[in-house]
């Protein structure tokens, strides 16, 4: 069965403090990996897309990086404008499906 | 260049009655998806609509139902609500299922509350 795990449920940053999410997936044959930020009762906002392996995308204190069978989003020096629940997606070759990981709850301490 | 829009933004309903929530899509986009977020999950599929037709449907029974119209714009329908029905219903444009580079944007969503 496809499936998408994210790791940690939560995390607590000082600010300032850099670390990574993992996503990790398993599907037949990926056709694009999604990463979403999402605010408290708010819809997803679309933040990277990465389809092959060894791909980097960028943005701003955030950098998501993809291997054959995860990604990572690094945060870099964040700040608590960057609290919300990060989500990852996975959209496979066999279908238009998108399935999603539960996502991480990130909070960046003042 | 217009964002997704979805209505209502809350909506209490109270079980075995029926509701109908609604989408707009992004401008350029003709492929739209829904998705239910119950509290502290991620979103799950549901169903996706291309040029008005159902283009792939998740785990959901058949009392999901949506449409599409020329517009792009889209609805979802849920007939005889359950408790369990109770959550954010998400909807999400994106170009049509082939392009690249595949981007899908999502609206605030809708928020249902089954009693």
């Known amino acids: 069965e496809d499936q998408v795990t994210q790791s940690p449920e939560a995390l607590r940053l000082q600010e300032g403090e850099s670390s990574s999410l993992n996503c990790s997936y398993t599907v037949s044959g990926l056709r694009g990996l999604f990463w979403y930020r999402q605010d408290p009762g708010k819809g997803p906002e679309f933040l990277f897309t990465l389809y092959s392996a060894g791909e980097e995308k960028e943005k701003e204190r955030l950098k998501a990086t993809l291997t054959k069978k995860e990604s990572f989003l690094h945060i870099t020096a964040p700040k608590p404008e960057d609290s919300a629940t990060y989500l990852c997606?996975?959209?496979?070759?066999?279908?238009?499906?998108?399935?999603f990981g539960k996502g991480t709850r990130l909070h960046i301490l003042p | 260049e217009t964002g997704v829009t979805q209505s209502p933004t809350h909506l209490i309903k109270t079980r075995g009655q029926q509701v109908t929530l609604r989408c707009s899509s992004q401008?350029?986009?003709?492929?739209v998806s829904w998705y239910q977020q119950a509290l502290g999950q991620g979103p799950q599929f549901i169903f996706q609509y291309y040029r008005e037709e159902e283009n792939g449907r998740g785990n959901f029974p058949p009392r999901f139902s949506g449409l599409q119209f020329p517009n792009y714009s889209s609805e979802l329908n849920v007939n005889a609500l359950e408790l369990d029905d109770s959550a954010l219903y998400l909807c999400?444009?994106?170009?049509?299922?082939?392009?690249?580079?595949?981007?899908?944007?999502f609206g605030p969503g809708t928020r249902l509350t089954v009693t």
């Open positions: 997606a996975v959209r496979e070759n066999r279908d238009d499906k998108i399935i």
């Open positions: 401008s350029g986009h003709n492929t």
């Open positions: 999400a444009s994106s170009p049509y299922p082939g392009a690249s580079p595949y981007e899908q944007y």
